[in-house]
């Protein structure tokens, strides 16, 4: 069974911090690049991160650039997403996504995507 179960969600106070891990099983992410989503009540879904199969190349949203950082330990079959710098606007529910490239557009492309945590940002 293909699945990727996200975890590290939780409450923090803005300018604290969390990491996110997302565990495959069923398939290897080294073959796979890892997308960070997120979405908030009433907001369309954002894509925060990417990293591709190798974990070479990263790219991020201009919202999270410089606070978040995105990385992937294919010996543990895990990617990870640290957050640092949380702000309100952070708060959303996260979910990540695999897929052979750091393109998602179509649902053909995904390999699996997890239920998702949520992280809430509030003082």
């Known amino acids: 069974q293909l699945q990727l179960v996200e975890s590290g969600g939780g409450s923090v106070q803005p300018g604290g911090s969390l990491r996110l891990s997302c565990a495959a099983s069923?398939?290897?992410?080294?073959?796979?690049?890892v997308g960070w989503f997120r979405q908030a009540p009433g907001k369309e879904r954002e894509e925060v991160s990417c990293?591709?199969?190798?974990?070479?190349?990263?790219n991020y949203a201009g919202s999270v650039k410089g606070r978040f950082t995105i990385s992937k330990d294919n010996a543990k079959n895990t990617a990870y997403l640290q957050m640092n710098s949380l702000k309100p606007e952070d708060t959303a529910v996260y979910f990540c996504?695999?897929?052979?490239?750091?393109?998602?557009?179509?649902?053909?492309?995904?390999?699996?995507r997890g239920q998702g945590t949520q992280v809430t940002v509030s003082s």
């Open positions: 996504v695999a897929a052979p490239f750091c393109v998602f557009d179509s649902e053909s492309r995904i390999k699996s």
């Open positions: 069923g398939f290897s992410l080294e073959y796979y690049a």
């Open positions: 990293i591709t199969s190798s974990g070479g190349h990263t």
